[in-house]
């Protein structure tokens, strides 16, 4: 990867870390904790990575707690 990739790959990646991280502080609001919530690895493994954000897995009672704050957010 030549120099000129290097800087919109890393801001995509960095876009990704960001969103991650502000999803991660909204649902501690809500008190809800995804334990797997990261930057998905497998999405940066390409030769021009499109970075994804892996929410990961959670218990029924997480789920149910993040629709419920899904729901009463939405417009």
């Given at each position: 990867m030549?120099?000129?990739?290097r ?12 969103a991650?991280g502000e999803?991660?502080t909204?649902l501690k609001?809500?008190g809800?904790?995804?334990?797997s919530l ?15 954000v892996e929410?990961?897995?959670?218990t029924?009672?997480v ?13």
């Open positions: 030549g120099m000129a990739e800087g919109p790959v890393a801001g995509k990646i960095r876009d990704a870390e960001q991650c999803l991660r909204a609001g809500a809800i904790t995804l334990p990261a930057v998905d690895a497998v999405s940066l493994a390409d030769h021009f990575p499109r970075p994804l929410l990961g897995r959670c029924p009672e789920a149910r707690r993040l629709a419920d704050a899904v729901r009463t957010s939405a417009p």
